[in-house]
């Protein structure tokens, strides 16, 4: 049977349809058309029947557009046909929704810019923002700039693109690449003519180039396109960098003023809707954040915090150089967590045996940023965290959203009250922010719904019942769908009037959100009762297919889990969104934190809480165990993926088998090891394994071995070596008591590694050969090939070449018939930095592509930094290829150069992201290196010397081949320097600190890039 033809959607630069490779010829029908892109821009390509009525026909009655619909649904069928499409295969019914396509039929290239976009902001590489940049064709939709429903779609998507023009810009020049800092910083410029931080970014980057005349022309083509389009002049610090230009040589451009960014670096979520009657909360706040450093929002639940928080934030974001980011709590229980939570909001990852908070204030210390942290109520206890960073990082400030104060010295609070109450009037009634807010809300709903004269009064009494609550006014708007205003209106009596009076510490308006809550609650009938409360059980975002293994226990619900949770979507407790990068093959659900915490106690009420607890635990330790095996294939991704989306299920399910379940409890960490080193989150782990292992259990040898053989893993990742041997030693005498070499292979692995990094090659070798027997013996296709790896790295540092290649390909070879990417490419970096070391850097280089390639499919950060400074190495091998004793003598190649030490600053800070020492180490090495040949003998020195310091940190001695290399600069820099400066400089570097040792590394690549060597 042939394979479907597949849609592809082209939104961007203007729209074009293909069925297969056959383009669908003019749409004569707007409407048809306007279906087509609606649908393309939904990332799960699907919409409801009235979103698109309301979308196309917002004037007309439902009957009116729901006929127009039909029509245009008939052109948009016919034009697609025309083009080959297979009767029914696209703008397929879906009970009341339309959908564009079964997810592996439809392509759209708004998705692909997207995705591509969210990867180059993970990892530090010119490549991977280029390749985003290449899917964006040009604007979304040019041809209709008149339909509001694209515009902000529209702003969206230029927008990330202008930020991935300034990060390449930024890497670009990092790297010493000018040229393509200038071509990207005109794209920039071509966009938005009037961005006054882009040209000076141009001039500087220009005057670094030395490309003076350029960059006093770009500052004379500032000021005209501000007085033309603006009616303003330059702004002083900029005045202040053209004058720098004019009077300064181009040996002196260090002196030059830092380059402003163009484009600030948010993670904040954007806005769905419009913020409705917050005008005068949002410019008072924006007051608050410019002279205070911490600023919390406080009211009862429900009253619109996050809202507001998040539209602050916004507002102020370009007043960050280095960003604004949002820190969601709600699903964290745990204050220890709290840390964890900003860090990886940040993006800073842990790897070292540092306290996290070390780890994050000396990232955040030097940073001008803003921080909002959201429903920090429930973890009040981690409230000393933010005094600490706030102490140690004098350019943050943080925005926080909660139910109580933080009591912090310095704190600012600001009470949210409610939306401001209407009178009966219906046109006092639509100017009211209450008003406003359910009246839109109520259409939304129900698309033919207007506020008239004679609904304006119970209109107005609904809002005042509700007290202005949002989230209540927006559940009540909701019910519109099904009962007009007045039948609205009565439902509210009793409800309101039962769930009055609360405990005496609760808040006022906190008993009218719960009231507002049961009201909604009591509409359900008694099986989606059931269903509502049972979904308590998760947190954070859930499938439908753990919904189905967890909800209906005995199979009593009565009603499909599908069916239900359509219909809690429907009415307004439950959300649908997508699934991040899973978002084209299934829909998550999520629940309101308040509304959670009203189906929690329902849940526990009922007795069910136990059992349904059980079954949520009991699925994740399946799914965890699921992907683990499948972390070594082709499906790793998706795994990874899929693990990333349900983190927070998971640290629910460790908490609440830390309490109730052991044996549950160390299933699932032994199962999540791989998962929380490949993403960095060695510390969470670490303490989850930790806690378990420590509690006594039931006899179960084998489930303990493993969270053993995760535990040991993490230990090792983190540097803690001697912690590391001792779990993988525990671990071995267990599997070697149960006589179980599916679980013994991977311990005995982990003690050769061990045995390899202390440099006990004869040892490693033999724990190697002995793991490789089992491993062949028992059908482990992937620790044959781990094994072989890493005995071809042994016999390459014994000088056994010939074998060492056999053994690396044939590694290489089965890794790649298992669809490891992450391995592949860990297998080619080593045969690359074998070949390097073998003083053949040309043949590294195709090699390192190829390494990097396969770590980019996975965003295994670690990979790609190891592979940069791999590729820095061979680069400046390819511009010095004569190494004598005298480096100095040595002709270098200044263009060469150059790029290698972008390259080894820009694997620099990759690896400050995630605190890899090592990576560190290997970076400041090779920088010494190269600035020894620039004549920098000082920095030079300086840099060995606190490499020698953070060695002695980490278990990571010299090779033979880094012996050399670090022997040769030592002794260079003695001759260059008396023994006074000598032992000063290295002295000094000895002494410096991890994060000045890598200042000083960066401000020594930025001087090489920027001026010719000095002979």
């Known amino acids: 049977m042939p394979e479907p033809a597949v849609l592809h959607v082209s939104l961007l630069a203007g729209f074009q349809v293909t069925v297969g490779d056959r383009p669908v010829s003019a749409w004569r029908q707007k409407r048809a058309a306007a279906v087509i892109k609606l649908l393309a821009l939904e990332p799960t390509h699907r919409l409801h029947r009235e979103q698109l009525l309301d979308a196309l026909w917002p004037d007309l009655d439902l009957e009116s557009g729901a006929r127009n619909l039909r029509v245009a649904l008939y052109h948009a069928r016919h034009r697609l046909a025309e083009a080959g499409a297979a009767p029914g295969a696209f703008l397929v019914r879906d009970g009341e929704s339309l959908l564009l396509g079964p997810p592996e039929t439809v392509s759209v290239d708004v998705d692909a810019f997207e995705l591509a976009a969210a990867r180059a902001w993970r990892v530090r590489d010119l490549q991977a923002v280029e390749t985003a940049l290449e899917h964006y064709a040009g604007d979304l939709l040019p041809d209709d700039p008149f339909d509001d429903w694209a515009e902000p779609r529209r702003v969206g998507l230029r927008t990330t693109c202008l930020a991935l023009l300034a990060r390449l810009a930024r890497l670009a020049e990092q790297r010493g690449d000018l040229d393509r800092a200038i071509a990207a910083l005109q794209r920039i410029l071509a966009l938005e003519p009037a961005q006054e931080e882009t040209h000076v970014a141009l001039m500087r980057v220009f005057a670094l180039a030395g490309r003076r005349p350029q960059a006093l022309a770009q500052y004379r083509r500032l000021v005209i396109v501000l007085k033309t389009e603006l009616g303003t002049a330059p702004e002083p610090a900029t005045r202040a960098l053209h004058e720098a230009i004019r009077d300064h040589h181009p040996a002196d451009q260090d002196s030059l003023p830092a380059p402003a960014r163009a484009v600030r670096r948010t993670n904040l979520p954007a806005p769905v809707d419009t913020l409705i009657g917050r005008d005068r909360e949002r410019a008072e706040l924006r007051q608050l954040l410019a002279t205070a450093r911490l600023v919390t929002l406080t009211g009862p639940g429900g009253v619109g915090k996050t809202r507001l928080a998040l539209a602050v934030a916004s507002d102020m974001a370009a007043a960050f150089p280095d960003g604004a980011f949002f820190v969601d709590l709600s699903p964290i229980r745990d204050p220890a967590l709290v840390l964890s939570a900003i860090a990886r909001a940040v993006e800073v990852y842990d790897t070292d045996s540092r306290p996290q908070i070390e780890a994050l204030a000396v990232t955040l210390q030097e940073k ?384 050769a590694w061990h045995a390899k990094e202390r440099n006990d090659l004869e040892l490693a070798t033999s724990r190697f050969e002995e793991c490789l027997a089992l491993a062949r013996e028992g059908g482990d296709r992937f620790h044959v090939a781990a094994c072989l790896v890493s005995r071809a790295e042994i016999a390459n540092d014994q000088g056994d070449t010939v074998r060492a290649d056999a053994l690396q390909w044939e590694g290489v070879a089965l890794f790649q018939e298992l669809g490891d990417s992450a391995n592949v490419g860990w297998s080619i970096y080593s045969m690359a930095a074998m070949t390097i070391h073998r003083g053949q850097p040309a043949t590294a280089l195709p090699l390192l592509e190829t390494a990097l390639a396969n770590f980019h499919k996975v965003d295994e950060a670690r990979g790609v930094a190891w592979s940069l400074v791999a590729l820095a190495e061979a680069t400046w091998l390819l511009a010095a290829p004569k190494p004598a004793p005298d480096v100095a003598s040595v002709d270098v190649s200044q263009a060469m150069g150059s790029r290698a030490a972008g390259l080894y600053a820009e694997a620099l800070g990759l690896a400050m992201e995630f605190k890899d020492k090592r990576i560190i180490v290997s970076c400041l090495e090779g920088l010494a290196t190269v600035a020894l040949w620039w004549g920098k003998t000082d920095e030079t020195i300086r840099l060995l010397g606190a490499t020698s310091a953070l060695r002695e940190t980490i278990p990571y001695p010299l090779g033979p081949h880094a012996r050399g290399v670090v022997d040769c600069l030592i002794d260079s820099g003695r001759r260059a320097l008396d023994d006074r400066a000598f032992t000063t400089d290295w002295s000094v570097g000895r002494a410096l600190s991890l994060s000045l040792a890598v200042e000083l590394a960066e401000e020594t690549a930025a001087a090489i890039a920027a001026r010719p060597r000095m002979d």
């Open 368 to 751: 001008r940023l803003l921080l909002l942290l959201d429903n920090f109520e429930q973890v009040i206890d981690a409230a000393p965290i933010v005094a600490n960073l706030l102490r140690r990082c004098p350019g943050l400030k943080v925005l926080v959203t909660s139910r109580v104060r933080l009591r912090l010295r310095g704190e600012q609070e600001y009470p949210v009250e409610p939306l401001a109450l209407p009178f009966d009037q219906a046109s006092v009634i639509a100017a009211s922010a209450a008003g406003q807010l359910f009246v839109q809300r109520a259409a939304e709903a129900r698309p033919d719904f207007v506020l008239t004269p004679q609904n304006a009064a119970t209109v107005g009494e609904i809002c005042r019942r509700l007290d202005g609550l949002p989230l209540a006014l927006e559940l009540a708007a909701a019910r519109v769908r099904t009962l007009p205003p007045k039948m609205l209106l009565e439902r509210l009596d009793a409800p309101l009037a039962l769930l009055t009076g609360g405990t005496r510490d609760m808040p006022e308006r906190h008993q009218t959100i719960r009231a507002t809550i049961a009201w909604s609650h009591d509409l359900l009938s008694d099986v989606e009762r059931c269903l509502f409360r049972r979904l308590a059980a998760f947190a954070g975002i859930w499938t439908l297919a753990a919904a189905e293994a967890v909800i209906d226990l005995n199979g009593d619900l009565g009603i499909s889990v599908l069916d239900g949770l359509t219909s809690l979507v429907d009415q307004s407790l439950l959300q649908s969104v997508n699934g991040g990068r899973l978002r084209e093959t299934e829909t998550r659900f999520a629940m309101l934190e308040t509304i959670r915490e009203f189906a929690l106690e329902q849940l526990i009420a009922s007795g069910e809480d136990a059992g349904v607890r059980r079954r949520h635990v009991t699925f994740y330790v399946g799914l965890a165990e699921t992907a683990d095996a499948d972390l070594t294939s082709s499906q790793q991704q998706m795994w990874l993926d899929r693990l990333d989306a349900d983190r927070t299920n998971l640290r629910a399910a460790l908490d609440w088998a830390l309490e109730e379940d052991v044996i549950m409890g160390l299933q699932l960490t032994g199962a999540l090891g791989r998962f929380w080193g490949m993403r960095g989150s060695v510390t969470e782990g670490r303490a989850h394994l930790d806690a378990l292992l420590a509690m006594p259990s039931p006899a179960q040898p084998a489930t303990r071995a493993r969270a053993l053989n995760a535990a040991g893993l993490l230990a090792r990742l983190h540097g803690d070596t001697g912690r590391a041997e001792a779990l993988v030693d525990e671990a071995v005498h267990l599997w070697r008591s149960l006589d179980n070499r599916s679980g013994l292979i991977p311990a005995l692995y982990a003690r």
